[in-house]
């Protein structure tokens, strides 16, 4: 796949910050190899695969780039396997492994509280997806809506994070978790059964995002564990965690996360510096000054968009639409340009 000089600059900074700060906190990982060893797999044989040592696992730096995370997911995957890992994984993450956020959701109100928690903290966690409650009249979604291109371990990932967050959600609820259904991005995978199997619920695949459908009653019900002082306690520190990432986190990094969030029509360089709290012209100076532009980000975040869009099996005229395209035929000749394909060219 052919990407323009700006874009290849831009991923890099995205997956691999200046900074050296990790979206991927590194006890997820191992919680993974102490799943896979369970299994019988070699987990220093795996570490050692990927370039990777057990220091490196078990020292007090809270966090792994990106390419390393992705290197260990796809060895797990191999070695096991198991196909359904990360579902198995995502079961494993009791709500005491996600530290302060999983405290806070515990000693939440209702289930309503707990949600607007991880919508808020969330990125304390990782920034490889982000939440977003959307509220109808049928109900309520809570979307987990992709960063970043997950590339190879996108089914994997998703498969870890909805599994968490379902396991979470039940054992706070219990007998009371009814009528949830999970939505999922992408077409149903050779072990689909797998999924209605493990998170016992309807599982719905080639939705727009990775989702959970619930109805408006469940979010009014209330925990056993409810604990005020303790959920502002440590609500407190999950914020004070937030804003230490995003004082870390380049301009670039955070108008394509914001970019990717967005649903419908993009928002433009003046619509997002008025959400920063920043003129315009501010904005497009701190972007100047990495080497990158509005308009490179925004072409960036529309092809990411756009290859999600396509693999769903969404028509190329709907693409452009969302996209912001008028007319479908420019939509495909800048696709063209991004990729050297037609937009067919990524459909099932």
């Not at 997806?129 to 291109?149: A, M, Q």
């Not at 080639?206 to 002082?229: I, K």
């Not at 433009?268 to 509005?294: K, M």
């Amino acid at each position: 796949m052919a990407y323009n000089g700006s874009m290849n600059r831009y991923r890099f900074i995205q997956l691999d910050p200046g900074t050296g700060r990790s979206p991927v906190p590194v006890n997820y990982v191992r919680n993974l190899l102490e799943l896979i060893s369970e299994v019988g797999v070699d987990t220093r044989r795996l570490l050692r695969e990927v370039g990777l040592t057990e220091e490196a696992i078990y020292n007090p730096e809270p966090t792994l780039r990106f390419e390393q995370f992705r290197q260990v997911m796809v060895g797990a995957r191999e070695m096991t396997g198991n196909p359904a890992l990360g579902l198995v994984l995502g079961q494993q993450l009791t709500l005491t492994a996600h530290g302060l956020l999983g405290y806070a959701a515990i000693s939440s109100v209702d289930l309503g509280d707990a949600l607007r928690l991880l919508e808020r903290y969330f990125r304390t966690r990782t920034r490889l997806c982000v939440p977003r409650i959307e509220s109808s009249t049928e109900g309520v979604r809570f979307c987990l809506l992709e960063s970043v291109l997950l590339g190879d371990i996108r089914e994997t990932y998703l498969e870890v994070v909805v599994a968490a967050v379902v396991g979470g959600i039940r054992y706070l609820l219990g007998e009371r978790f009814r009528g949830v259904v999970l939505e999922l991005p992408y077409a149903p995978p050779a072990h689909a059964d797998r999924y209605r199997e493990l998170l016992e619920m309807p599982v719905e695949f080639g939705a727009e995002v990775a989702a959970l459908r619930l109805p408006h009653s469940l979010l009014n019900e209330p925990f056993t564990l409810s604990d005020p002082a303790s959920r502002h306690m440590a609500a407190q520190k999950c914020e004070q965690e937030l804003r230490r990432l995003e004082a870390d986190q380049d301009w670039a990094s955070r108008v394509y996360a914001r970019l990717m969030q967005a649903e419908g029509m993009l928002p433009s360089l003046e619509q997002l510096a008025g959400n920063f709290h920043v003129t315009s012209r501010t904005l497009r100076r701190y972007l100047n000054a990495l080497g990158v532009s509005y308009r490179s980000l925004l072409e960036e975040v529309r092809m990411t968009k756009a290859m999600a869009y396509l693999k769903a099996n969404i028509t190329v005229q709907q693409v452009a639409s969302r996209l912001g395209y008028a007319d479908p035929s420019n939509f495909a000749r800048a696709f063209r340009k991004w990729t050297g394909h037609p937009p067919s060219h990524f459909q099932p």
